[in-house]
């Protein structure tokens, strides 16, 4: 049968067609849409073949927000695990993540998991198996039975904050453990009782092992009143409110729940401070109804997903499609609270305010500059301009355009110009709001001028310019040895060529000829 794409590509992010279909009814986040063989089969053959490496989550929330939530079946942050394996036999909790895909790594990540009976704070104990025909998967919205305690699990989400709800399925002793995922033994929580409310953070680091100078924080609030309360850590339990930099700590808190009663969780998180998690909390969420904040972000998706139309008669052809464009909009990052605070690139603790617009990491650059971000270019042009301010933003704070910005810092891992690459698509698109004459000076500095030694120990920059210049050229034994293009100096090479041809496009229309005719010369 002869497939017809018939595809509107719908530039004003006003004009959807959510009123016609749901579009997140085509999307199966458990789906690696990468041949005709069954979700399964697929993301057991991309596990196998990548070892952890694997990209995919189940993500519940909305387009490019700042915290997802996911079932959990690996506790540890480590650089390429993802929280969630379609393998493994247990979930030992539902974490809010900010997981990087493919070679990343979470961070400032925190777990919840709900257990019954006998009190247990080791995850080998509490880990509970689930059978994937008890999942139900979408971008906004989360489900699951945990076999073991008759829990039934479930999540949904908006931007920065979330809800998760837990149904007793028989009459036990009723525990929730919450435990920031820190692998350093770093972190804080506290309980406040009377309030139904627990807090916390995990700080958060690069995947070099480096400190990134900020912290995930997060705010937990509970329709019921806990009957008690403490904390632990590497399995011991204490009736202290609040722990800090313990390994593997974290806070239990015991609940009075009958079978088919169910215990509804608000969650709110942030960047900055705990008072900004709450305050984002009290913005986003103000309902303690959760299935209206499930059909809201249900809205969101439909409305971004819906600006592509596929006309076809063979439904796997739209789960491939649709899947496949829900995961286009998992990052960049929403990275600043309500009232525009975020941390600033590079900086150690250092917040800034963003006024009026929303600012973004975690764009990595290499993976996303050809292919994911022209098309949000295309269908979300206002969001696609925020992006490249938050670039621009970014290139101020460090005095540089950044390389590969995540974890709010460049990460040394990759060495190409790619932000100069999106910044010149933006401005040859003419999308209007940009800072266009401070991103081309920033630019210009990446194109010209060589990083000193401190400057090059951190990432920034184009680290073998002087060589791209000398000889037109990379030589192999001159490329950047601590990074994945050690021994990739062709690739590097045709990188900086094409980033002089974007910046030489964006210089001759800003009618600046001499640098048009210089950069089309190295390109």
Known sequence: M???????????SNIVYAQQKDFIDYVNPLFVPLSDTTAKDTIIKQEKETENLTNVIPAVGVPFGMTQWTPQTQTSEEKGLAPYLYKNEKIN??????????????????????????LKTNAQDYASAYSHKNEISAPNYYKVLLDDSQITAE???????????FTAGKDDDFYLLITPNSDQGKGFIQINASEKEIAGYNPVYQMTGKPAGFSGYFVIQFKKKPTNAGVYHGGQQLKELSITNKKDLGAFLKFD???????????????????????????????????????????????????INIETDRTKYKNIFYTSLYRTMQQPRLFNDVDGTYPKFSREHENGINSGANYYDDFLLDDTYSSQLPLIELLQPRTAVEFANSIVLKG???NWLPIFPGWSGDTKTMVGDHASVFLASVYTKNLYGVAYR????????????????QEYEDGKGRRSLRDYIKYGYIPRVNAVQDTSYRTKHLELTLAYAYADYAVATMAKRMNNFVDYQLLAKRA
């Open 2 to 12: 002869r497939l017809k794409f018939l595809i509107f590509i719908l530039c004003l």
């Open 257 to 307: 729940l009958k079978k088919g009663e169910s215990l509804t969780l608000k969650i709110g998180t942030s960047f900055t401070s705990i008072a900004n998690a709450r305050e984002n909390l009290a913005s986003e969420i103000r309902t303690w109804d959760f299935e209206a904040i499930r059909e809201d972000a249900g809205r969101i998706w439909n409305s971004a997903l819906g600006q």
């Open 155 to 165: 999540l949904t989400g908006l931007a920065r904050s979330g809800m998760m709800r």
């Open 93 to 118: 909790g539902f974490r809010g993540t900010h997981w990087s895909k493919g070679y990343g790594k979470d961070y400032g990540s925190f777990t919840i998991m709900p257990i019954s009976g006998n």
């Open 396 to 398: 101020e704070e460090s």
């Open 438 to 453: 401070k991103a081309y000076d920033l630019m210009r500095k990446n194109a010209f001028q060589s990083p000193n030694a």
